[in-house]
């Protein structure tokens, strides 16, 4: 139990400073490698949940597949680092400000709703179908996923097609002086076609015959 | 566990959707010459029919299916009729205008159906999940379809400039959803309306600010509106004309189904949120709309403050305000089609114009054209007998009945405001010096205009239908 608690203060403790490094870093590729601690500290918090699933996809996905991409773009873009150097408090005091606020009503609100939560005078209504032992994570989201929730995951199927779809109306460009490879026009190649026998005269060259 | 078919039974206008989409997509990816839209718009606006007839395939029962995700009630074909009559017209609309344009790809019809797609699961849905997802899909095509004229760099300003507040506004209605769930024990609407009762615990007000928040950004209320009148400025104008009629649709039917079904309890705390909204949007569509010169900028303003009417009805928070928000929500659909409709008939020699200068003296060279535009305006601006007037009493009643004399006050005084500028292009079309004269409208852009204003002035006639349709409507939610 100990040992539990000394990890989840040690998770949350480096989530929350990687978080704040990731705003306060002057240079972006750093920015980009504090979230990426912060996502493995978070995937830590849902191990000690015992969402091991969660912990796992939060891994491969955010950090293997999603961080690496954030960081290609960041290291392609073309950015400024001496304008960034100069620091937020130079170049947009204002900005700092109002972010600053948003900040704190945002943490006054949580504490406030922590209080609450703790003095919750009503018992919580429990949703959900507690988990039968013996069953992994993985194996009870797959019982329900595709049954119970069909529809949730259909609808969220959608929302990804249409993610591509977008992308590429908005991004993919045609160009027609660049050379595509075309199957059919390869496989309808014959000898025939391709290939044309020249008698060449002497001195004449090709052009000659 | 509901049986597979009685499920698809009540979902099917949904489910014609999804697999209409995906049709068309294939039918776009393989068939379509270079890309170009080639019988998908048409194709699109028969399956959007479709959906819409299946809306009356069984008008009396209510069922709650796909594990309690999903309801299929009267109010919900109410609005999905409204909503999928907004995505038909804005389709119809922008036939002419993307092939003159050069946009007219595949994608944009498909974008449409799916983004309707969205709209009819957002309507229907009946637990925070299934409202999230149906948000996202509607919202993620309206960005792509916001910058569909990508190499026009203001389409472009308008698509990115959606996407990233549209990003900001989900986050807040997630963390207002997450905290919700954290003081309820459950995402349902109805197990959040038992577990909230009596005082609400602080975290759950938090919650419902947020969530209303991340609404009210979708019906562009105020303070939240501050990217209407870019976007709908930027974007093509039927693109525009979709966000005003269908979009809308959603938004607002979704907002007045999760305050009366998931906190019916709590009537005091979502209120004073509908209420300062409300003043706001009507006072800033009244006021702001006064200076502007473009007529979508105008028309952006303008649908601020008709968002901030409807919600004087639902202030009410009782049946009659429900049914009088389902009345305004149907009228302003037919008075918007309509004045975009107008809108997109503005073409100069072969390009859109979009300053409302260049109605001046309409009436002299297209009698027909502004007598409907007046029409319309006159309806917007809420004069009797039209339409309009009927929309706003409907939506005021209910909250003077209430005891919300104030709102009903202050709207009475916007709309007065409101009437300048709507006055004034009914002055510019027929006391003006006539400007150049407009092209020749498609038959199809001059068919929505004609037929939004012959509803528009005979609406008084034969209101009934429509009232009792939302009597019905609302009646379903209580």
Same mark, same amino acid.
């Given at each position: ?209 | ?13 949904? #489910? ?42 069984? /008008? $009396? ?18 609005? $999905? +009729?409204?909503?999928? %009559? ?34 009819? /699961? ?61 003081? #309820? ?12 009762? +009596? ?46 009629? %269908? ?67 639902? #202030? ?33 020699? +072969? ?9 001046? +003296? ?29 929309? $706003? ?42 400007? $150049? ?34 009597? #019905? ?6």
């Amino acid at each position: 139990m100990l040992l539990t608690a000394a990890f989840f203060w040690l998770f949350a403790i480096v989530t929350i400073l990687s978080a704040i490094a990731v705003v306060t870093a002057r240079n972006p590729v750093h920015s980009v490698l504090f979230l990426i601690l912060a996502f493995v500290n978070a995937a830590g918090l849902f191990l000690l949940l015992g969402a091991e699933f969660l912990a796992m996809i939060l891994v491969v996905v955010y950090v293997g597949a999603v961080a690496v991409l954030f960081l290609f773009v960041v290291m392609m873009l073309d950015v400024d680092f001496a304008e960034l150097k100069k620091g937020m408090m130079a170049t947009q005091p204002g900005l700092l400000v109002v972010g600053l606020a948003v900040a704190a009503v945002v943490v006054i609100e949580l504490v406030m709703v922590m209080g609450g939560w703790l003095h919750l005078a009503q018992p919580l209504a429990v949703g959900g179908v507690p988990l039968s032992p013996g069953v992994s994570n993985t194996q009870a989201l797959g019982l329900v996923l595709y049954t119970r929730y069909f529809y949730l995951f259909q609808a969220a199927g959608f929302v990804l097609l249409t993610a591509m779809i977008g992308a590429i109306v908005l991004t993919l460009r045609h160009k027609p002086e660049v050379k595509r490879q075309s199957i059919e026009e390869q496989n309808a190649r014959t000898r025939s076609g391709a290939i044309e026998i020249v008698k060449v005269r002497s001195r004449t060259g090709v052009e000659g015959a | 566990m509901t049986p597979f078919s009685f499920a698809l039974a009540h979902s099917l206008p949904e #489910a014609v959707l999804a697999i209409g989409a995906l049709t068309l997509l294939m039918l776009g990816v393989f068939r379509a010459k270079d890309g170009r839209d080639w019988i998908i718009s048409e194709l699109a606006i028969v399956i959007l029919g479709i959906a819409f007839i299946l809306l009356f395939f069984d /008008l $009396k029962s209510n069922a709650v299916i796909w594990s309690g995700s999903f309801v299929d009630d009267a109010f919900g074909r109410f609005m $999905k +009729g409204l909503a999928l %009559a907004g995505s038909i017209g804005a389709l119809v609309l922008s036939l002419d205008f993307m092939r003159r344009e050069k946009i007219d790809l595949f994608e944009f019809p498909v974008l449409i159906v799916i983004a309707t797609l969205g709209m009819l /699961l957002l309507i229907s849905a009946r637990d925070l999940i299934a409202l999230y997802l149906g948000l996202e899909l509607m919202s993620l095509s309206l960005y792509v379809i916001a910058a569909f004229d990508r190499d026009n760099p203001r389409a472009s300003e308008a698509g990115l400039k959606y996407f990233a507040l549209g990003a900001l506004s989900s986050g807040m209605l997630l963390y207002g959803a997450s905290l919700i769930y954290g003081t #309820a024990g459950t995402i349902t609407f109805d197990g959040i309306a038992k577990a909230m009762t +009596g005082v609400p615990s602080i975290g759950a007000v938090f919650g419902l600010v947020f969530l209303l928040s991340g609404l009210a950004f979708k019906m562009s209320l105020v303070p939240f509106h501050m990217w209407t009148p870019d976007v709908y400025e930027g974007a093509p104008t039927p693109v525009t004309t979709f966000f005003a009629s %269908a979009a809308k649709m959603a938004a607002v039917a979704i907002a007045v189904r999760i305050v009366m079904t998931a906190f019916p309890h709590v009537v005091p705390q979502w209120r004073q949120i509908i209420v300062f909204t409300s003043i706001l949007s009507m006072a800033v569509g009244a006021f702001a709309a006064i200076g502007q010169t473009n007529i979508k900028r105008l028309m952006a303003y303008s649908s601020i403050g008709h968002m901030g009417f409807a919600m004087v009805g639902l #202030a009410a928070a009782n049946e009659a305000g429900v049914q009088g928000v389902l009345i305004y929500m149907a009228i302003y659909l037919v008075m918007t089609l309509g004045a975009f409709a107008a809108i997109l008939s503005m073409r100069i020699t +072969g390009t859109y114009v979009e300053n409302i200068g260049d109605l001046a +003296g309409l009436s002299q060279r297209n009698g027909f054209m502004a007598f409907c535009l007046a029409a319309i305006m006159l309806s917007l601006a809420g004069i009797p007998p039209l339409a309009g007037f009927w929309a $706003k009493f409907y939506a005021f009643s209910p909250a003077v009945n209430a005891g919300l004399y104030p709102l009903a006050v202050l709207g009475v005084l916007a709309s007065t405001v409101a009437c300048f500028y709507y006055l004034r292009i009914c002055k510019i079309m027929y006391f003006d010096d006539p400007a $150049k004269p407009f092209d020749r409208a498609s038959p199809a852009v001059t068919g929505v205009l004609a037929l939004s204003s012959l509803l528009i002035v005979l609406f008084s006639f034969w209101p009934g239908p429509l009232v009792s349709a939302a009597a #019905a409507a609302a009646k379903s939610l209580f």
